[in-house]
Nanobody, 121 residues
Framework: EVQLQASGGGLVQAGGSLRLSCGIS????????IGWFRQAPGKEREGVAC???SDGSRYYADSAEGRFTIASDGALQMDNLGPEDTAIYYC???????????????????WGKGTLVTVSS
């Protein structure tokens, strides 16, 4: 059974940083992709960042580029956070592909429960 557990969310002031972790167990394929997606109140879920383990490729949404960094184990370092980053963040995994792009929620096979990130102005 594949399990994902997102952690590390919390309340931070604008300009601050947070590091989200994605604990993963039970993946059986050699190639997989780990991604972070977020959903703010009243908005659709959007892809934030993905990492592919087959080639180490990374994908970042325009909103995350230059501020967020996804590690090979799926941890997401978020710097210079702003109120627009407030959302529930979900980590997810796709087996059998191994590349970061495309980074689409519809492609993910497994999801963890979200972790809330709140950025105050």
């Amino acid at each position: 059974e594949v399990q994902l557990q997102a952690s590390g969310g919390g309340l931070v002031q604008a300009g601050g940083s947070l590091r989200l972790s994605c604990g993963i167990s039970g993946l059986t394929w050699d190639d997989y992709t780990i991604g972070w997606f977020r959903q703010a109140p009243g908005k659709e879920r959007e892809g934030v960042a993905c990492v592919g383990n087959s080639d180490g490729s990374r994908y970042y949404a325009d909103s995350a580029e230059g501020r967020f960094t996804i590690a090979s184990d799926g941890a997401l370092q978020m710097d210079n956070l702003g109120p627009e980053d407030t959302a529930i963040y979900y980590c997810a995994a796709e087996e059998g592909y191994g590349l970061a792009n495309p980074c689409r929620a519809s492609d993910m096979d497994y999801w963890g429960k979200g972790t809330l990130v709140t950025v105050s102005s």
